[in-house]
């Protein structure tokens, strides 16, 4: 399984990005797929999921309203869709397939667990000046 992220870069508060995650076919068949990010000093976190068996997905409260995550099969690439960005969006984003299918699944604490993701891109940077 291999995950090619890319799309970050540098923008304005207000602004607007789409990452992409580049995967092999067999990650899109048989895995939801997340992303995460990591800002500097701080931990992973879960950001959105959509899975492969409904399409159905998931948005961290903090991006809600403001992140769409959608998929092309065809192309095998997930997107992530991001507009009104804010300096606190400012992190390496990576994405990651859900080691136990394709359904996207959040635990108690209503949120992703980093730990049941097994194959990860190499991340893209994503900076939201003030």
């Known amino acids: 399984v291999q995950l090619v992220e890319s799309g970050g870069g540098l923008v304005q508060a207000g602004g607007s990005l789409r990452l992409s995650c580049a995967a092999s076919e067999l990650a899109l068949d048989y895995y939801a797929l997340s992303w995460f990010r990591q800002a500097p000093g701080k931990a992973r976190e879960g950001v959105s999921c959509?899975?492969?068996?409904?399409?159905?997905?998931y948005y961290a409260d903090s991006v809600k309203g403001r992140f769409t995550i959608s998929r092309d099969n065809v192309k095998n690439t997930v997107y992530l869709q991001m507009n009104s960005l804010q300096p606190e969006d400012t992190a390496v984003y990576y994405c990651?397939?859900?080691?136990?299918?394709?359904?996207?699944?959040?635990?108690?604490?209503?949120?992703?667990?980093?730990?049941?993701?097994?194959?990860w891109g190499q991340g893209t940077q994503v900076t939201v000046s003030s």
């Open positions: 990651a397939t859900y080691r136990w299918g394709p359904k996207c699944t959040v635990g108690a604490d209503g949120g992703l667990n980093i730990y049941e993701y097994d194959y």
């Open positions: 959509i899975s492969h068996s409904d399409s159905s997905t």
